[in-house]
């Protein structure tokens, strides 16, 4: 065993400069806020890689199995003999992966910010953000009990909610937050009821007690199969509800309309908290959950199909977007549906896992891809200060550090070997191709357009046209005046992605990271993996052609297909769906009479009974006059009351 | 003459607290209102004596009681004359209708 107790510090490290920062911040030292955040993460970072290097390589393993070690456990609500909510830590191969990527991304995105962020009145808010959003994210992986998960779940949806509405004089980011915040809130509805099924069931809230339960032939796993709920029977509808919270943060279609909006909060942060680290958290619940979703092969397909659907609609979309951080969006959208449908192709242990072990991977290389994509396109806004793609092109000479990564990175989604993105994407179409074969068309599909949109992206912002500075922009800037690249603060970061995009590929995930702990033999088929590839090589050079050059093809082609482009390009109309949902359904038909009778009723009740107190005063009034006299009358009435009663009746 | 029975005296008694009482409750002036009460105390000062004669003719309770009353009235003299020169001097009157600021 190793020695467990520091790893608490982990989490704690970004706890403590959260409440520092947040406290002492702002008034003494604004100065130095983004330097402390970074340093205490720094040395986080340095705790997770030697909790890594202890969990992987010394005393992980168990006659060469990786066995889940339970940290610490602390009992925090007791509320029976079995039940309780814990405070406590778990390793396993995906959480010791997880607190490496948050700690990682984490630390890039703050020393990215020192630079991005350098300007800002208000960084020390930001950075105490930040800190809190570690946090949270670290608490979250490091959970050993299902209601601690949701307690952080909560917390890294306040902090994305704090972050999204950073610029809150503008409407369109308070607006933003406000969507992220409820449509999260409103898949957390199903994750709390999907909890309490489970945990009924089962009988405790620790994760490695309900999994247990639920897996082996016990009298909760027989329990929660014979009741039913409308033909399902309850552990489907358990994990489903479950899955539902995971698809709200993790952006699946139908509850992926936030995220798009939520690009309104500052770059840095939609690097790490909407691309790299918290999206990704409805993955790592599922995956977390994942030895009891394989006892139910109903949840893992609705997993399967709404992630493949999803994966398929975002890259549709992303196609037709003109604002860059949208067409990541989206694109973070399409690939976290990859990573969950390749979960619910895979199946618990062996050979069968592989979809597990290939969506966890996938997850690790796509964090380091994606946000280097983000902190580029963050260095391309920062140097032209607008969003839109028309107001970029040519900036490959001017900026050729952000020009080279961005490259990287693209060749990374796009999964062209030797980048991350082709193994991890591999890995997910052998798994999709075992399983189901209109899984794997629908992904090979997708793995096609996400080249074409990636490099439609590239081809806009670096080649196109002659870059001409434009007069008007959005931050406020009253001229523009043309200056260098960006600082080394927010180019060293990505240069450290762009490495690491190109090595964490040849990380031997299959030996680390698997369903069952047991090491995987990855098998390499230069056919099979020739054939995604050329499809991807054949986009690559699509998008060159139609938009290396400036012309008038692209504009051409989006009339011919004139239904079509419209309607992805207005996102398919979901928000409009949502709108209509909301305003006129449900604010007509259940918020009026609602309203109604809070009004007439609820109100009313109340308002009469306020009057007749009112009125009955008001007569009373009068009784006390301040004529010493009248008060005698009384008095002396009252007496003589009395005494009749006492002498007539009483005897 | 005969014997004066408990009767005569409580009737004398009876009398004097209802006078007290018409004149507390007619008179405007609040020096003869504060007679009036004294009125009333006294009738019941001679309700005690007299039981105490009539019934337990070898106690001294409502002797000393008597005397008791007689000092608070004294002292509730006091205290009221006070009030009324103050209430003079706020309203350069003592007549009770016009004290009838305490209301509501």
């Not at chain 1, 976290?336 to 290389?365: D, K, N, P, Q, W």
Request: net charge neutral; hydrophobic share 55%; with cysteine.
């Amino acid at each position: 065993m190793l020695d467990t107790k520091y790893i608490a510090l982990i989490p704690l490290l970004p706890l403590i400069t959260f409440f520092v920062i947040a406290l002492f911040g702002k008034n003494y030292f604004p100065k130095y806020c983004g330097l402390l955040g970074t340093v205490s993460l720094v040395a986080s970072l340095i705790l997770s890689a030697t909790v890594a290097y202890q969990y992987f390589f010394v005393a992980g393993q168990v006659n060469g199995v990786y066995q889940p070690i339970i940290a610490f456990k602390y009992a925090w609500l007791q509320f029976s003999q079995n039940i309780s909510i814990d405070m406590g830590i778990i390793l396993d191969p995906i959480s010791v992966m997880m607190i490496i990527v948050v700690t990682f991304v984490s630390t890039m995105v703050h020393i990215y910010s020192l630079g991005y962020m350098h300007d800002d009145p208000r960084r020390a808010t930001f950075f105490s953000f930040l800190s809190l959003f570690t946090f949270s994210m670290l608490g979250l992986v490091l959970s050993s009990n299902i209601f601690q998960i949701y307690m952080f779940w909560e917390l890294v949806g306040v902090s994305s909610y704090l972050l999204i509405g950073f610029y809150y004089d503008r409407p369109s980011a308070v607006a933003a937050a406000k969507k992220a915040f409820i449509v999260t809130r409103f898949a957390d509805l199903g994750f709390l009821v999907g909890i309490l099924i489970l945990a009924f069931y089962s009988g405790t809230l620790d994760f490695q007690t309900l999994i247990y339960r639920l897996t082996n032939n016990t009298d909760s796993l027989q329990n929660i199969c014979a009741a039913s709920f409308m033909g399902v029977s309850a552990l489907t509808w358990g994990l489903v509800l479950v899955f539902m919270g995971g698809a709200g943060k993790s952006a699946m279609f139908p509850l992926h309309v936030w995220l798009p909006d939520a690009m309104e909060g500052p770059t840095p942060v939609s690097a790490l908290i909407h691309a790299a680290t918290m999206v990704v958290a409805g993955v790592y619940l599922v995956a977390r959950l994942f030895p009891v979703f394989s006892y139910c092969p109903a949840a893992l397909d609705v997993v399967m199909y709404v992630g493949a659907f999803s994966s398929l609609f975002a890259a549709i979309v992303a196609c037709t977007q003109t604002d860059i951080k949208r067409v990541l969006a989206y694109s973070t959208m399409s690939q976290i549906g990859y990573m969950m449908f390749a979960l619910g192709v895979a199946r618990y242990g062996g050979e069968s896992g592989l979809g597990y072990m290939a969506a966890m991977f996938h997850l690790f290389t796509h964090a380091m891809f994606k946000a280097l994509l983000f902190l580029g396109a963050g260095a391309v806004i920062h140097y032209v200060h607008s969003n839109e793609m028309k107001d970029m092109g040519g900036l490959r000479k001017l900026m050729p550090v952000t020009h080279l990564t961005f490259l990287i990175a693209c060749l990374a989604i796009a999964g062209i070997p030797p980048f991350a993105g082709f193994f991890s994407k591999e890995e997910i179409l052998t798994a999709a191709f075992n399983h189901n074969k209109i899984i794997f068309g629908v992904a090979v599909l997708t793995a096609a357009i996400t080249a074409f949109y990636m490099f439609r992206l590239f081809f806009s912002i670096f080649y196109n046209k002659e870059y001409k500075p434009h007069e008007h922009d959005d931050h406020g800037h009253d001229t523009h005046t043309p200056h260098g690249e960006a600082p080394f603060s927010m180019l060293g970061p990505l240069l450290i992605l762009g490495i690491c995009s190109i090595a964490a590929g040849f990380i031997p995930f299959g030996h680390l990271v698997t369903s069952d702990g047991k090491p995987l033999e990855t098998e390499f088929h230069l056919g099979f993996a020739a054939g995604p590839v050329i499809l991807a090589l054949i986009s690559i050079v699509l998008a060159f052609v139609l938009y290396r050059k400036q012309s008038a093809v692209p504009d051409r082609i989006s009339n011919a297909l004139k239904g079509i482009y419209r309607a992805a390009y207005r996102k398919f109309y979901i928000d409009e769906v949502y709108l209509f949902i909301t305003k006129k359904l449900i604010f007509n038909l259940v918020g009026k009479p609602a309203a109604w009778i809070d009004k007439n009723i609820v109100n009313g009740a109340i308002n009469t009974s306020a009057t007749v107190t009112e009125n009955l005063s008001e007569t009373l009034r009068p009784v006390q006059s301040g004529k010493l006299q009248q008060y005698a009358i009384y008095f002396f009435a009252g007496v003589l009351l009395f005494a009749v009663l006492f002498i007539y009746l009483w005897v | 003459m005969n014997n004066i029975g408990l009767e005569h005296i409580l009737f004398v008694s009876i009398a004097l607290f209802f006078i007290g009482c018409y004149g507390f409750m007619t008179r405007r002036n609040l020096i003869t209102m504060l007679m009036s009460v004294e009125l009333v105390l006294n009738s019941v000062n001679i309700n005690f004596i007299a039981f105490n004669k009539y019934l337990f003719a070898g106690k001294l309770d409502g002797v000393f009681f008597t005397i008791f009353i007689i000092t608070i009235a004294a002292a509730e003299a006091a205290v009221a004359i006070a009030i009324i020169i103050n209430l003079y001097r706020h309203y350069k009157s003592i007549d009770v209708e016009d004290a009838d600021q305490m209301r509501f």
